[in-house]
């Protein structure tokens, strides 16, 4: 794929999408397929693009339903990548422990490893990766050092076709 190829299919209107209800929250109860296709049925009659933040089981469930129900919906799926550092700045709390920060450079890895793996698995859906949610802004509780970020961006683009993007708040850019 090259870019010329990107800008021809990603022209088209595009949401982020969680299709989380009450009582589910990522990491301990997901939607169910039926869920998901309830909201992509909607979702396909005004998006042509949904942005997904993570390589959970969510969007594994969205994956799958995208490809099983052959709907008309492309996807950028994120790597949420979790703290790897301290940031005291953060109005909600960013410290942890050092054995945390440890765990999370291990999960980090792993989500970095998922996002190649699922990439390269629906190369047809997956138009676009992108490495971290706002990781490097002064107020997240998920800080991790931009350099860090940077060999994550490396290691994706190495391991997949599409093109690789980095999402970061806009307020830095001002």
């Not at 009450?22 to 042509?48: M, S, T």
Request: net charge negative; charged share 20%.
């Amino acid at each position: 794929m090259n870019y010329q190829h990107c800008l021809q299919i990603a022209v088209g209107n595009a949401v982020c999408y969680s299709g989380f209800r009450v009582g589910q929250r990522p990491g301990v109860l997901f939607p169910a397929y039926e869920q998901v296709k309830e909201d992509l049925l909607i979702i396909q009659e005004h998006w042509q693009y949904i942005r997904l933040y993570s390589c959970d089981n969510h969007a594994l469930t969205v994956l799958d339903v995208i490809e099983k129900e052959k709907l008309p919906i492309k996807v950028i799926l994120g790597a949420f990548i979790e703290a790897e550092i301290n940031n005291p700045n953060c109005p909600w709390g960013g410290v942890y422990s050092q054995e945390k920060l440890s765990e999370n450079q291990n999960q980090n890895l792993q989500e970095v490893q998922k996002l190649i793996q699922l990439a390269n698995t629906y190369p047809e859906i997956i138009f676009a990766v992108s490495v971290g949610n706002e990781a490097c802004v002064s107020w997240t509780d998920h800080l991790v050092p931009v350099d860090k970020v940077i060999n994550y961006i490396e290691k994706v683009k190495s391991g997949v076709k599409q093109p690789v993007t980095f999402c970061e708040n806009y307020v830095p850019w001002l």
